[in-house]
Nanobody, 115 residues
Framework: QVQLVESGGGLVQPGGSLRLSCLAS????????IGWFRQAPGKEREGVSC????????TYVDSVKGRFTISRDNAKNTVYLQMNSLKPEDTGVYYC????????WGQGVLVTVSS
């Protein structure tokens, strides 16, 4: 079973940017989609974005549209989440997930947006 490892989290000020990476131990092209979920403190997990590993088409939750961009590099077996114009409400643990929630989950990476 493939393993997913996230990186790139950290502390950033409001308005700042971060890029998360999700490195798969196997081929991401073996999956139809790879996605990012997040869980804010005291809240349920929510889907943030998903991308097709074949044609690169993507979906986003309304709260991040225009600010976040998901992309993939099949040759590197890596999916990225570029996060711009970060807000305090973007704070949470971000998870990389195969098949947009229906497959294996990574261990998560913490993103903190605070001044």
């Amino acid at each position: 079973q493939v393993q997913l490892v996230e990186s790139g989290g950290g502390l950033v000020q409001p308005g700042g940017s971060l890029r998360l990476s999700c490195l798969a131990s196997g081929r991401i092209s073996d999956y139809y989609t790879i996605g990012w979920f997040r869980q804010a403190p005291g809240k349920e997990r929510e889907g943030v974005s998903c991308i097709s590993t074949s044609d690169g088409s993507a979906t986003y939750v309304d709260s991040v549209k225009g600010r976040f961009t998901i992309s993939r590099d099949n040759a590197k077996n890596t999916v990225y989440l570029q996060m711009n114009s970060l807000k305090p409400e973007d704070t949470g643990v971000y998870y990389c997930v195969a098949e947009c929630g229906a497959g294996v989950w990574g261990q998560g990476v913490l993103v903190t947006v605070s001044s």
